[in-house]
Every structure is written in C-alpha cells, then in structure tokens.
C-alpha cells in the first residue's frame, strides 16, 4: 500500500512541475454550465448491455438514445431544465476508421451520431457523448491518446455534440495531467460550445495536493470527484459521506461553470426506497450536483417521477449564485442537517436521519441552526405545502423518517441581521 501513496506523490512533484509547462486554458469561459447541468445518462442503468439481438430495447443503441430524448421531451422533463441525454461508454466500433476517425458501432448506431444529434436537437435537447482518455475506455472500446485528441474534439463538434464526458482509465497520471487541459483546448477550437466533464480527480486520488481544484475549474465545467454510484442505498451514502466529509475541500471549487458530480441520479430504478430517494435528491440539490439521471424513463414509476420532477428541489439545485451547500451537523442520535444558500437571503435546510428504528422527532430552533435573527416563511419541499411562518427563536419538531429527509425551502420575511451565517 505504501508503494502506490509514494509512487503517486512523485507523480504529483512531477506534475507540478510539468504543468507550467501546458498552456492554461480556460473552457469554462464560454458560458454553458451556469447551474449544474440536466438530463439522462445511459451508463448507471444500461451498462454496457450490447446484446441487440436478445435485449433490443435496453442494449446500447442509437433506439435507446431516441426513445429516452422521446421521453425527455414528451413527458415533461425538458420544460424542467433536463435537457442532456448523454451516451456513455460502449457506443463505439472497436477499430477506428481508416483516417484514424472513432466511428460508432454500425449494427447499433447505423445512422451515425450526427443523425442522433439532429434527433435530439429536433426535439429541443442536447447530445452528450463519452470519450475516454487513454488507450481503451474502461469498458475496452478506442481510447483518445494524447495524439488523438484534436481529431476526436473536432469529430465530435462535427457530429453536433453538446457535451463530452472525458473519462480516464487506461492511462497514467502524466497523460492524463497533459490531456485533460489538451482537451479542454483542443474543444474550445472547434468553436462548438460544448460542457467538458472531466473523470480526471477521481484517477489521482479525489483530493489536493494530487488534485488541483483551481485548474479543474479553469478547464471542465463539471468533474467526477469520486467513486461510480451502483444501484444501492449503500453506494448513495458512501458517496455523500465523501462529499460532506470533504466539503473543506471540495465546496469552494464549485459554482456557475465548474461544478463537483457525485455522479447519477439512481432514483426510478431498483436499489432506493421511496424515502432513499427524497434523500438522493434532496442532497444532491443542497450538492449544487449535476441533475444527470440514469434509469428507464419509459417505464418510471409516478412515486420516483415526482421526486425528479420536484420543482422546488430543481430550483434549489439550479440556484444561480450557485454555491454548494454543506453539512452543518452531525447529531449524537444519528439525524443529521444541511445547508445551502440561496438567491435573495433564502436558503435550503435538509434533516437526514441514519435511523433504522422508526420517524425521529428532532427539535431545534433556526437560532440554534445559526440563522440570523428574525420571521421566516417555510415551505416544505416534499409535502408541497404552503409557506409557513416560522421565528428564529421559536422552537420547532420535524419528524424525519428512517433513511428520510424533511427538506425545506426557507425565506427571510423581514431579519435584523440579514442572511443566515455560512458555517
Ligand atoms: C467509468 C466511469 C463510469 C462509466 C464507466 C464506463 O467507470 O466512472 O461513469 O462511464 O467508466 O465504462
């Protein structure tokens, strides 16, 4: 174990070195990603699920692509700001084309990728694709290496895409410091404005000094920080622990154009209760995270569909001052409280129980949560109900279910001291 610790130590002397080297770029100076980025991705999900043959409706395919843009603009979603629908690993030919082009797999995409994009900007969305940098992408299909970079962004813009996310398996620390802002650059030549996700922290480690948050938000409009999300409640809270217990670190790198991404939204699949999913979608708004869900929109159920479709949550997620929030608290009892500040003194408040025994009554006051004194209205998230008054000092009891969250969006009525701390 310590041989890794060490040998990434040295990479990272070398890095630092190295990067006065790579001209500084700056890709998230175009504009796009100004609140955290909306929409569908197919990997949590559809895997790499290539069998069209057994498995037509849910393999990777340009039909897959159609029919969840269909849904994305048909059902709703697209009015509420879910506008990506992004093609994950798996889409491509295992062998480049003869000019050293990466083309899709014909039997699965035989209208090519720029139909697709015509398709789904036909339908007023966005099209999002996968590239990996390194020699192979995770699952094995062609890698970007560093000399293919040019050509690959300038395919991409060719074909109309919107969006890229840049993995980075199968290549080493010093290509990777190289290639990522090679990328960031070699997009923003094409002149096609496109959102640059970067899996680049997650490869060196998540954390400074290996990774140099500054930079990352110079060059990629969103990073993946940590781990893959699986469909579990288990991989939900492992990954929020790492984003709460690192928050020192990670919430000030995020705001409008650069963005911290816990990775999908698992909620309409099958690992997550109903209160589990309140609770993804709760903390991945107070998370200022990326809204990228990955389930089968076509068979949703009504229960995970108003969750996603909460407009209170969206708004929260999509605040335009765009600061993540953080955890306040972590009670001896197991209930835990979050914040996040919002546009015009409001602010978001989220109370989590890690109980397995049955509804907490938790009592507080907002005095006590570090609000500034004065008359509040709340509005409570998920149960949609009318804003309530509510004094800094008074007392108040929320009943938080196991694995559950009480959400509330909260607004100064008139304060003496103006907008709640930040802690
Ligand atoms: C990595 C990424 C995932 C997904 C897979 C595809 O594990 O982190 O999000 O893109 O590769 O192979």
Redesign the pocket.
Known sequence: MARPALLQRRVSLLSLSLLCLVPLVQSNGNGLAQTPPMGWMA??RFR?DTDCKDDLENCISEKLFMDMADRLSEDGWRELGYEYVII???WMSRIRDKNGTLQPDPDRFPSGIKRLADYVHNRGLKLGI?ADMGRW???GFPGTTLDKIELDAQTFASWGVDYL?F?G?NSNALEQLLGYPLMSKALNATGRPMVYSC?WP?YIGSLPPEVNYTLLGDICHLW?NYY?IQDSWDSVQFIMDWFFNNQDYIQPAAGPGKWNDP?MLIIGNFGLSLEQSRTQMALWSIMASPLIMSNDLRSLDNAARAILQNKAAISINQDPLGIQGRRLFKEKTKIEVYWRPLVDAASALVFLSRRSDMPYHYHTSLEKLGFGKGNYEVYDVFEGSKPKPLNSTEQFTVSINPSGVVMWYLKPVKTESGAPFMA
Do not use: A, L, Q
Request: proline letters at 0%; glycine letters at 0%.
């Open positions: 990997w949590e790499c994950d690993d798996c996968y992408t995770c699952m996310k993995d398996c899996s997650v993946r893959d990775d």
